[in-house]
C-alpha cells in the first residue's frame, strides 16, 4: 500500500522564480492538505483540498495556489518566489475530510530559494 | 487561532530512560494528535488522542482536555526514538486546519 508520496524531494529555485510541488495521497484518500515547515519550526496550514476545490485556507499569501485532480492527487504552487519561501513542505492526505480521521503525511519537498 | 505550546524545547537521554513531553493548548478542541519527525523530515503519526488515554508499545499519550494539556511518555527511550515530536491541534472553529506545536527535539544517546 503506497503512502503519500511527493515530488521533487529537493529543488533550488531563483527568487522570483515559479515553482510546482507534487503529491499523491495514500492510497484511497481523498483529501489533501498542504504544510510549509520553516527551518526549527512546526508545520503551518497552506490549504486542503477536498473534492477538487481549496477547502479551507491558511494565512498564507495569494502568491501560494494549489489543485486537486480527479484522481485525488495534488499541486502546490508558488509564484514570485521570496527568500523566506524557503523551506519543507510537506503533504497530508486523510479521507472524507473530517477533521478527525487520521493524517498521513509524505516525505516532503525541500525548497531552497536563492 | 489556538496557540500550541510544547515542552521542553529539547530533551538529551540516556537509552533506557523514561521520559514526558508536554503540550499545552490555548482553547478547547476535537482534534489532537502526536507526530515524530525523523531527521529525514518525515512526519509519523503516533496518536489521535483528543481525550483520554491510549498505549501503543513503549509510547503512550494521555489528554486532559478539561485542562488543555496533552503528555506523551517514552518509555525505555531507544536511539532510534531521536528526532522531534509535534503536537497538533484543531477544532471547529479551526475546521480541517490542524496548529502545530514548536516540538520537542529529543535525542538518545547509545
Known amino acids: 500500500d503506497a503512502g503519500v508520496t511527493q515530488s521533487p524531494t529537493h529543488l533550488i529555485k531563483t527568487r522570483g522564480q515559479q515553482v510546482t510541488l507534487r503529491c499523491s495521497p495514500k492510497?484511497?484518500?481523498?483529501?489533501v492538505s498542504w504544510y510549509q515547515q520553516a527551518l526549527g519550526q512546526g508545520p503551518q496550514f497552506i490549504f486542503q483540498?477536498?473534492?477538487?476545490?481549496?477547502?479551507q485556507r491558511g494565512n498564507f499569501p495569494d502568491r501560494f495556489s494549489g489543485h486537486q485532480f480527479p484522481n485525488y492527487s495534488s499541486e502546490l504552487n508558488v509564484n514570485a518566489l521570496l527568500l523566506g519561501d524557503s523551506a519543507l513542505y510537506l503533504c497530508?492526505?486523510?479521507?472524507?475530510?473530517?477533521?478527525?480521521?487520521?493524517?498521513?503525511f509524505g516525505e516532503g519537498s525541500w525548497l531552497t530559494v536563492v | 487561532g489556538i496557540q500550541v505550546e510544547q515542552s521542553p524545547p529539547d530533551l538529551i537521554l540516556q537509552e533506557g530512560a523514561n521520559s514526558t513531553l508536554r503540550c499545552n493548548f490555548s482553547?478547547?478542541?476535537?482534534?489532537l494528535q502526536w507526530f515524530h519527525q525523523n531527521p529525514w523530515g518525515q512526519l509519523i503519526n503516533l496518536f489521535y488522542?483528543?481525550?483520554g488515554t491510549k498505549q501503543n508499545g513503549r509510547l503512550s499519550a494521555t489528554t486532559v482536555a478539561t485542562e488543555r494539556y496533552s503528555l506523551l511518555y517514552i518509555s525505555s527511550s531507544q536511539t532510534t526514538d531521536s528526532g522531534v515530536y509535534f503536537c497538533a491541534v484543531g477544532n471547529n472553529n479551526a475546521g480541517n486546519m490542524l496548529t502545530f506545536g514548536g516540538g520537542t527535539r529529543l535525542m538518545v544517546k547509545p
Open positions: 497530508a492526505s486523510s479521507l472524507g475530510g473530517n477533521p478527525g480521521n487520521t493524517i498521513y
Open positions: 492510497s484511497g484518500h481523498d483529501t
Open positions: 482553547d478547547s478542541v476535537n482534534n
Open positions: 488522542i483528543p481525550s
Open positions: 483540498y477536498y473534492e477538487e476545490e481549496e477547502r
